[in-house]
Nanobody
Framework: QVQLVESGGGLVQPGGSLRLSCAASGIAFSIYAMGWYRQAPGKERELVATITRGGSTNYADSVKGRFTISRDNAKNTVYLQMNSLKPEDTAVYYC????????WGQGTQVTVSS
């Protein structure tokens, strides 16, 4: 059974930082491309960042220079370090694993507010 379990979300003030984690099980993690997506209330889910199995990364323009995606294949975990957070970063953040199939986690809430 494939599971992607996100953690690390919460409430943070503007300008603050959070680190999201996504622990994967039931898949050969190292061969999967991994990604983070987010969905704000009333909006469609959008790509935040992706990382290939080779470690190449891609970011949405809105988070470039502020967010960093990384992976630890030994721990079957992908991370999203989020710095200089803004209120518009408020959303549910989802982890995604893509190879032949695409798997999704259940999401973790990030709220940026003073």
């Amino acid at each position: 059974q494939v599971q992607l379990v996100e953690s690390g979300g919460g409430l943070v003030q503007p300008g603050g930082s959070l680190r999201l984690s996504c622990a994967a099980s039931g898949i050969a993690f190292s061969i999967y491309a991994m990604g983070w997506y987010r969905q704000a209330p009333g909006k469609e889910r959008e790509l935040v960042a992706t990382i290939t199995r080779g470690g190449s990364t891609n970011y949405a323009d809105s988070v470039k220079g502020r967010f960093t995606i990384s992976r630890d294949n030994a721990k079957n975990t992908v991370y999203l370090q989020m710095n200089s957070l803004k209120p518009e970063d408020t959303a549910v953040y989802y982890c995604n694993a893509k190879f032949t199939y695409v798997y999704w986690g259940q999401g973790t809430q990030v709220t940026v507010s003073s």
